[in-house]
């Protein structure tokens, strides 16, 4: 009989992928229990944020196959970001994207899964959403002060993949110039595996050696799963074009 206990139990990430109700089934089920248009008014916006909040507690595979299918539809991605941005804006939000907006006395979900925000990331680019894509880089901007490197790699990565090799180099020049420390791996890798299908083999392959000069002076030396993505992407590029001697 625990509104809360109803809510968490929703929100867990194991239940079934057919719980999550579309808008038109929730409408359905408040004209079905209310009689009063006001109340049934009100009581939808929370039904839309409580949905929300179970889309980001989906597993990411889940959570993957779901946002790229509302990516196929202009309206439903482009509210789909404003959805998010709009939650991130709540004083008391279902799901929050920053710890600080946690207390002990309302419990709600914390969206910190850099995967996901990756997944959405790549998914505007891919789509050319260029507008959505610095709208939400600027809210990470509000929210984090700064954006994860995982939404970079995926942004470099998926505008390689649509060869937009010009706001590839422009972003790429920003972190260069912008960043304190050395660059994430998963970013060496994206500069890297683009230099391939921008056919600059030469290149691509200087760019390898002096990550891997990095690598070797212990630059990355708690890093190594990211490290290995590097080589493993470098190892598979090579193959390709049958370049065997330096793979």
Request: aromatic share 12%; net charge neutral; proline share 4%.
């Amino acid at each position: 009989n625990s509104f809360m206990l109803a809510l968490r139990t929703f929100l867990h990430p194991q239940m079934e992928e057919r719980l999550y109700f579309r808008i038109t089934l929730l409408k359905a089920h408040i004209q079905a229990t209310t009689d009063d248009p006001i109340l049934a008014d009100r009581a939808l916006p929370y039904l839309r944020r409580i949905r929300r909040a179970r889309v980001f507690n989906m597993p990411t595979p889940s959570f993957k196959k779901h946002v790229e299918g509302l990516f196929r539809n202009l309206i439903t991605r482009r509210q789909f970001i404003l959805d998010i941005i709009d939650e991130g804006s709540e004083s008391q939000p279902f799901f929050a994207f920053n710890p600080s907006q946690v207390s002990a006395q309302r419990p709600v979900l914390v969206a910190e899964d850099s995967d996901k925000w990756a997944i959405i990331a790549g998914e505007l680019i891919l789509h050319k959403q260029f507008y959505l894509a610095e709208k939400l880089r600027r809210f990470f901007c509000g929210v984090y002060s700064a954006v994860p490197v995982g939404v970079w790699a995926a942004t470099l990565d998926s505008l390689a993949e649509i060869k937009d090799f010009k706001r590839f180099w422009d972003i790429w020049e920003t972190l260069q110039s912008s960043q304190s420390e050395p660059l994430h791996p998963a970013l060496h890798r994206a500069h890297i595996s683009a230099l391939f299908k921008e056919n600059r083999m030469e290149d691509a392959v200087r760019a390898f050696e002096s990550f891997r000069t990095s690598v070797d002076g212990g630059l990355y030396a708690t890093q190594e799963a990211a490290v290995l993505s590097v080589y493993n992407m470098a190892l598979e590029s090579l193959i390709q074009i049958s370049r065997f001697d330096e793979a």
